[in-house]
């Protein structure tokens, strides 16, 4: 079945380093890569995302890059912040006529002043 | 925090009872989702909803029912039949037209059986 894999599960940094997060995804027909950040217990929120018609996407401190052939993608953060500190999903649109999400487990990330 | 709405923020169930979540959303979205969040685990989709009086099941649907009476509302009940229902339940609500849509996430439930 469909399935997004992201590692690591939990990432420490120092503040101002950058932090990588990496996905995997199985379905080749998947076009669409969302990023949530959740911080501690509130709702998920979208960072950023990219279309598989992209290869590269950048806002700011974040950014995304996509390889369709290797099916895996990737959020960059750089000059982290305390304030990035939250859990960060990745997700792959699945085929099937609808919005469908699959997500990652997510990974836990702190950043330390 | 307008937009979707979620309540009760906190809901604790005795063992056998039905309870009712509710979702509400104010953006005209057609399309709505639940989600369970379990620790070190993704958002696991349980019904989802294209339009009003349509639903379908989504990956983990057992011991769980919906309905979709009205655009604006999409409740989840967790039935006695869901043998482990103490997780994080997440709505969310989306357009349908397009391909490269955000889903708007609700600010959740914690459902704790006793």
């Known amino acids: 079945g469909e399935n997004v894999e992201q590692h690591p599960s939990t990432l420490s940094v120092q503040e101002g380093d950058s932090a990588v997060i990496k996905c995997t995804y199985s379905?080749?027909?998947?076009?669409?890569f969302p990023w949530y950040k959740q911080e501690l217990g509130k709702r998920p929120q979208l960072i950023i995302d990219?279309?598989?018609?992209?290869g590269e996407k950048k806002d700011q401190r974040i950014a995304v890059t996509l390889n369709k052939t290797a099916k895996h993608f990737s959020l960059h953060i750089t000059e982290t912040q305390p304030e990035d500190s939250a859990v960060y999903f990745c997700a792959a649109r699945g085929t099937g006529g609808y919005n469908k999400l699959i997500f990652g487990a997510g990974t836990r990330l702190a950043v330390h002043p | 925090d307008g937009g979707i709405t979620q309540s009760p923020k906190y809901l604790f169930r005795k063992e056998g009872q039905n309870v009712t979540l509710s979702c509400e959303q104010n953006l005209n979205h057609d399309a709505m989702y639940w989600y369970r969040q379990d620790p070190g685990q993704g958002l696991r989709l349980i019904y989802y909803s294209q339009i009003v009086n349509d639903f379908q099941k989504g990956d983990i649907a057992e011991g769980y029912s919906v309905s979709r009476e009205k655009k604006e509302s999409f409740p989840l009940t967790v039935t006695s039949a869901q043998k482990n229902p103490t997780a994080f339940y997440l709505c969310?609500?989306?357009?349908?037209?397009?391909?490269?849509?955000?889903?708007?996430f609700g600010p959740g439930t914690r459902l704790t059986v006793l």
């Open positions: 990219i279309r598989s018609n992209v």
């Open positions: 969310a609500s989306s357009i349908i037209q397009g391909a490269y849509n955000e889903q708007f």
């Open positions: 379905d080749s027909a998947s076009n669409y």
